[in-house]
């Protein structure tokens, strides 16, 4: 992964991981076009975030938050 699209998956996890983010929310704000800005795609691949469907929320997976330097024990807070 090269360097800006590091701290743009960066910048994506610390979104989701700022509030309840539902799928609608991720698609309006990370959906892109571009193959070369795949962040939301990318990050799901790699296992950074997951999607609920039931609850219809995209959150992070333990990847993810360590990922950011987080414990697990902070995604319920």
Same mark, same amino acid.
């Given at each position: 992964? =090269?360097?800006?699209?590091? *701290? +743009?998956?960066?910048?994506?996890?610390?979104?989701?991981?700022?509030? $309840?983010?539902?799928?609608?929310?991720?698609?309006?704000?990370?959906?892109?076009?571009?193959?070369?800005? =795949?962040?939301?795609?990318? *990050? +799901?691949?790699?296992?950074?975030?997951?999607?609920?469907?039931?609850? $219809?929320?995209?959150?992070?997976?333990?990847?993810?938050?360590?990922?950011?330097?987080?414990?697990?024990?902070?995604?319920?807070?």
């Amino acid at each position: 992964m =090269s360097q800006p699209a590091n *701290a +743009l998956t960066l910048q994506f996890l610390d979104w989701v991981a700022s509030g $309840r983010r539902t799928h609608a929310d991720v698609m309006d704000a990370w959906r892109s076009s571009c193959p070369r800005l =795949s962040i939301w795609e990318d *990050a +799901l691949l790699d296992g950074l975030v997951r999607y609920d469907g039931d609850r $219809r929320i995209v959150e992070l997976t333990e990847q993810g938050l360590a990922a950011l330097g987080r414990e697990t024990r902070h995604a319920a807070e």
